[in-house]
């Protein structure tokens, strides 16, 4: 165990793009507490607003360890079976749990540095006067419980997963749903019979627990409630970590993952495989038309027939949801759902299904082309480096557009609801389309420039909700950016737009048309990216070997 241990410890410690990552993010946290902190010299001023800024600053260190979770647990298993190491591994003399304890010892201790690498931060806000030094450590001590639980559910996940591109999209997405999601039952619903089992659900969030532990008098972060969550929330922890330990003891030495990998293949070779079939130029053996980018077939083909389960599952799921959520939202409208929270709710799902999807479409396409000696074929042919990113755009584009397709419902209700005037139904499409684009390119690009497919998956999913959810930050900041600057800074987040097209938020400061210029620059983004991209792999395709 101690081997596997310090082995991994010392990959973390030495990893450049981990510590630049970490040391951005406490800039960051440093730059939010320099604009939150009062300009004014009265002592009762600043404490005052002593709670609000600790909370704030307290709820940005819990998402910013949450984001580095899964990029630094995901991995840990999928790695070491992509490079094939994971065969020599369980044939050294260490026994099962050795490799198990030693991998998690070695994620906890990370998470332990990161606390506490970002604790003077927070420390800084007992200047005020607002906190003591017992809320602050009781603080720290959920986030620590909070990232040792995820930790676990993503080194799960790395077991579980094929490969590292897939083992980072389920970790990051069963992390943004056990973190954020569990708001929404108690939100949308409002039957008082299952008010208590709705509590239950949201003290799951370390977000609630934590805005709990500071505002004790509001009891929760949304809606209100009765109760100490923070027993329940401890205890949820726990089972979850348990169960996780158990799936990754089991899961490491699964011996029957080639079988499943063999089935599934031949499973997928049915229905959708024969309609493919029709237009497949390699399958049916005829010449792709010079028209075509070869690229783009290939990629197409790989992402539609290498795993058209996972296509189908994501569509039929995504579109369950759709029709879940319009069933709620109409039943909430004759309720207690006002038309504001229908249309907020409408918008921020579509959205939210776009950050969640597209950054991991295309986020490993290049990186493993590099990796497995395809573009040295590929820079053998006529293809140049800019239709090769084009090739994989379109494909890219195509099959998230077709998953994104689950969307039309809520749009054509939001459109509904707006008294059939047809103002919301266009401009949520270019946005969704847009979005799509930015976050596409945005993996392209991080996957030329990332050696490892894992790294460029992470990247993207920072950017992109970076973009979306990291930039609505500068409404905190609203007296002391000014509304031009604000302006200027949500011109990038396609939420902000979503939400201004409403016609009820932002109105105050944001014109009618605000969506079309969030589109405009979302499309220039993306241009530059793709360039950037076309230009990396230019380099790599020119590059020699000695």
């Given at each position: 165990?101690?081997?596997?241990?310090?082995?991994?410890?010392?990959?973390?410690?030495?990893?450049?793009?981990?510590?630049?990552?970490?040391?951005?993010?406490?800039?960051v946290m440093a730059g939010f507490l320099c604009l939150l902190w009062p300009e004014s010299d009265v002592f009762s001023v600043i404490r005052a607003s002593g709670r609000h800024i600790f909370s704030i600053?307290?709820?940005?260190?819990?998402?910013?360890?949450?984001?580095?979770?899964?990029?630094?647990?995901?991995?840990?298993?999928?790695?070491e079976k992509e490079k094939n190491r994971f065969v020599m591994l369980i044939t050294t003399m260490l026994k099962p749990g050795d490799i198990m304890f030693g991998k998690l010892f070695a994620v906890i201790t990370m998470q332990v540095l990161m606390v506490l690498f970002f604790l003077p931060i927070s420390s800084l806000c007992l200047l005020s006067g607002g906190v003591n030094a017992e809320v602050l450590l009781q603080g720290q001590i959920i986030i620590l419980i909070s990232a040792v639980c995820y930790g676990g559910v993503c080194?799960?996940?790395?077991a579980s997963a094929s490969s590292s591109n897939s083992a980072l999209i389920r970790a990051y997405l069963l992390v943004a749903l056990m973190s954020g999601a569990v708001f929404l039952p108690d939100l949308l619903l409002s039957q008082q019979n299952l008010k208590p089992t709705l509590e239950l659900i949201r003290s799951f969030s370390p977000f609630d627990a934590l805005y709990q532990l500071v505002y004790s008098e509001h009891r929760t972060l949304l809606g209100g409630g009765m109760g100490d969550n923070t027993l329940k929330f401890l205890g949820f922890n726990v089972i979850v970590f348990l169960i996780s330990c158990f799936v990754?003891?089991?899961?490491?030495?699964?011996?029957?993952?080639?079988?499943?990998?063999?089935?599934?293949?031949?499973?997928?070779?049915?229905?959708?495989?024969?309609?493919?079939?029709?237009?497949?130029?390699?399958?049916?053996?005829?010449?792709?038309?010079?028209?075509?980018?070869?690229?783009?077939?290939a990629e197409l083909r790989s992402k539609t027939?290498?795993?058209?389960?996972?296509?189908?599952?994501?569509?039929?799921?995504?579109?369950?949801?759709?029709?879940?959520?319009?069933?709620?939202?109409?039943?909430?409208?004759?309720?207690h759902l006002g038309q504001n929270s229908v249309e907020y709710g409408a918008v921020i799902y579509q959205l939210g299904l776009t950050v969640l999807i597209a950054p991991g479409v295309c986020a490993s396409s290049i990186s493993e082309d590099v990796n497995s000696g395809n573009l040295l074929f590929i820079r053998m042919s006529r293809i140049g480096a800019f239709?090769?990113?084009?090739?994989?755009?379109?494909?890219?584009?195509?099959?998230?557009f077709f998953i994104m397709a689950c969307s039309i419902p809520v749009i054509f209700s939001l459109n509904f609801l707006q008294d059939g005037r047809g103002g919301n139904l266009l401009p949520m499409i270019w946005l969704l389309a847009s979005t799509s684009l930015c976050f596409i390119c945005a993996g392209l690009f991080f996957s030329s420039i990332s050696k490892t497919s894992a790294g460029?998956?992470?990247?993207?999913?920072?950017?992109?909700?970076?973009?979306?959810?990291?930039?609505l930050s500068v409404l905190l900041f609203a007296d002391k950016l000014g509304e031009e600057l604000m302006r200027k800074i949500l011109m990038l987040n396609p939420v902000a737009g979503g939400l201004r097209n409403t016609d009820r938020m932002f109105t105050d400061f944001l014109e009618g048309s605000f969506w079309q210029i969030n589109v405009l620059f979302l499309i220039i983004v993306s241009a530059v990216l793709s360039i950037l991209g076309?230009?990396?792999?230019?380099?790599?395709?020119?590059r020699r070997k000695a």
């Open positions: 165990m101690y081997t596997i241990f310090i082995h991994e410890l010392k990959q973390y410690l030495r990893d450049v793009r981990l510590q630049s990552f970490v040391f951005f993010a406490f800039l600053i307290l709820l940005l260190n819990l998402a910013i360890i949450l984001a580095f979770v899964p990029a630094l647990c995901a991995c840990s298993v999928s790695d080194l799960a996940v790395s990754f003891r089991v899961k490491l030495l699964s011996r029957n993952q080639s079988k499943a990998r063999q089935s599934r293949v031949k499973e997928g070779k049915s229905l959708f495989y024969k309609l493919m079939f029709i237009f497949d130029t390699s399958a049916t053996k005829r010449l792709t038309p010079l028209l075509i980018n070869p690229v783009f077939m027939l290498g795993n058209p389960r996972f296509l189908l599952w994501t569509f039929s799921t995504c579109n369950a949801i759709s029709i879940v959520l319009l069933i709620v939202l109409s039943s909430g409208y004759a309720t239709r090769y990113v084009m090739g994989k755009l379109y494909a890219g584009f195509i099959y998230i460029a998956t992470a990247a993207s999913y920072i950017f992109a909700f970076t973009l979306t959810v990291g930039s076309a230009i990396k792999v230019g380099q790599l395709m020119s």
